[in-house]
């Protein structure tokens, strides 16, 4: 592999095209060199709010990399960010509060510390329904990926909830990417073409290039492959989407809870933040009123008159207004331009980047969202947690994995309990919320994807060995295995839960199995690796992900 000419101190002071920034040499800690809150895009603020991304102004004098960027504007969740833009104890102030900033568009990167150039380059989306989410989380820290994979690693920040995806007649200017509503995709977009112009200065191959995104992160991904954009730009070149699909509601069985919503569910959301915004100033006395206002108005001043609304006040609209609605949703809009209406009949077409996929989910995935049992009465009608985000918080970041005592009644409604009982325990309900959210969209994206090309893998991770009662509550819940992906077993919301003295052993040597296969896959494009002991066949078998408390135990089914 080809050296970069450096002086005898491994160099921290890198050159982008619109100027230089110094990061950090953590050699002494993590033998790793990174940097942090690297702006690929202007600031989305002012005129700017509801437009493609920008280039950054350029900068002549050394730019600071050296911590992260403030997370999207959002509202606060369990996971974080706190007051201090990382996950802390701020976090129970912060709980359904407006967090973030719009000034967010700032990417991060690591690399181990050495001289080599060439490396692969994977490239992070977190997930967060879409609406939450930020780099700063511990969770998604690239060091310890970076060195098991020997690779450059990249987590981006995206506009996130409304001012990620906005469908609105009156923004429109007849720009096709724009006119689209998805600035949040556009964001992603914009991070992977500076990466291409950028990441060779860092020791990376700008085409050897991964992408990887977990829940509405992993959406965000399926959505990239049909991106009409990206289709024609070559910006990635192998996939890896974990723990969601990309299928409307008519391309599921009834029943099913799709991961897209159509571009009339977005006009229909659009329409009613504008309304209520209005009726909420006494601009109108009610819905009719507004419409009526709305008519009379151009569509630069509906846009003007949007813009000038503070975050805080679109956010409070949305959860206090439209979530009760069912209007709440965010996400890739299926416009028809830059998104394919129907992406599931795009793949089926051929019209897509072709390039490896590696997908997967976990045994569990409807733990962490137990809450979605109170969607329906046919998955229970009330949350499978008895305890508020508020208390479980607390629970969670006081917990001592090798000491605390807890019980699963304590934090599972009662009306589940046992959690093994046949058809109404928490179990069974969590595994139908699994079925037909998370698995009904894996089928539809994954056998559509396998009958265009071969090179399809696929796992489950189906590690439960938490500490009592977690290993009941949790077990192989959705984002569990990000812990895993990325070797971060420290402060996060879910390690707590995760770690512990008495699963260590296992805990650990199925982490760097699992980091080995991402290693592989981003190197060739296949996840094959001795580490696994098996050889893993491509889908629809599945390679499964397990251990005991003191080795990894993987498989094939």
Not at 64 to 79: E, I, M, N, R
Not at 218 to 228: E, S
Not at 365 to 383: D, H, N, T
Request: charged share 15%; net charge neutral; glycine share 10%.
């Amino acid at each position: 592999m080809p050296a970069v000419q450096e002086p005898e101190q491994l160099a921290v002071v890198r050159k982008t095209q619109f100027g230089p920034i110094e990061g950090v040499d953590d050699r002494a800690r993590s033998r790793t060199l990174y940097w942090l809150g690297v702006p690929f895009a202007k600031p989305p603020v002012g005129a700017l709010r509801w437009k493609a991304p920008q280039d950054p102004d350029p900068w002549t004098s050394v730019r600071p990399a050296k911590t992260f960027a403030s997370a999207c504007v959002q509202w606060g969740v369990l996971g974080g960010p706190g007051a201090n833009n990382t996950y802390d104890a701020t976090i129970a102030t912060t709980l359904n509060q407006v967090v973030g900033s719009e000034d967010c568009l700032y990417l991060n990167i690591w690399r181990p510390a050495t001289r080599d150039a060439g490396l692969p380059v994977i490239v992070f989306i977190h997930g967060g329904y879409g609406v939450s989410g930020y780099t700063a989380d511990p969770m998604y820290n690239g060091t310890n990926l970076s060195k098991a994979a020997n690779a450059i690693v990249v987590t981006v920040n995206y506009r996130l909830g409304v001012f990620g995806s906005l469908y609105l007649q009156q923004l429109k200017t007849g720009s096709a990417d724009e006119d689209s509503g998805n600035f949040g995709l556009l964001d992603n977009i914009k991070a992977l073409q500076w990466l291409r112009q950028n990441i060779s200065e860092f020791g990376g191959n700008a085409n050897n290039v991964t992408l990887m995104g977990q829940s509405s992160g992993a959406i965000n991904v399926w959505a990239l492959m049909v991106a009409a954009p990206t289709r024609r730009m070559g910006l990635f070149h192998r996939v890896m989407a974990l723990s969601s699909g990309v299928s409307l509601a008519s391309n599921l069985p009834t029943g099913s809870i799709p991961a897209l919503q159509p571009a009339s569910y977005y006009a229909a959301q659009g329409k009613a933040l504008l309304h209520s915004l209005l009726i909420a100033e006494g601009k109108a006395a009610d819905d009719a009123a507004a419409t009526a206002l709305v008519v009379t108005q151009a569509s630069a001043q509906i846009a003007d008159y949007l813009r000038s609304k503070s975050g805080s006040t679109i956010l409070t609209i949305m959860v206090s207004k439209l979530v009760p609605l069912g209007l709440g949703a965010s996400g890739p809009i299926p416009d028809g331009a830059l998104l394919p209406a129907d992406p599931i009949a795009a793949f089926a077409a051929g019209e897509y980047t072709s390039v490896p996929v590696l997908a997967s989910n976990t045994g569990e995935e409807g733990k962490l969202v137990a809450q979605m049992l109170a969607l329906s009465p046919a998955l229970g009608g009330a949350s499978g947690f008895r305890a508020s985000d508020a208390e479980r918080f607390k629970t969670l970041y006081g917990f001592d994995p090798n000491s605390t005592k807890l019980t699963v009644g304590s934090l599972v409604n009662e009306q589940y309990l046992p959690v093994d009982s046949p058809q109404s325990g928490y179990n069974a309900r969590t595994a139908l919320l699994a079925q037909i959210l998370f698995i009904a969209n894996r089928d539809n994206v994954l056998n559509t994807l396998k009958a265009r090309q071969s090179n399809v893998w696929y796992y489950r991770f189906d590690w439960a060995k938490e500490p009592p009662p977690w290993n009941e509550v949790y077990g192989a819940a959705h984002a569990i295995d990000l812990l895993f992906v990325f070797g971060n077993f420290g402060p996060s919301l879910l390690s707590n839960a995760v770690g512990g003295d008495a699963n260590k052993g296992g805990r650990i040597a199925l982490s760097e199995a699992m980091m080995a296969s991402i290693a592989a896959f981003a190197r060739s494009g296949d996840p094959n690796n001795v580490s696994l002991g098996i050889a893993w066949p491509v889908w629809p078998k599945t390679l499964v992900f397990d251990a005991t408390l003191a080795e990894k135990v993987i498989s094939v089914e």
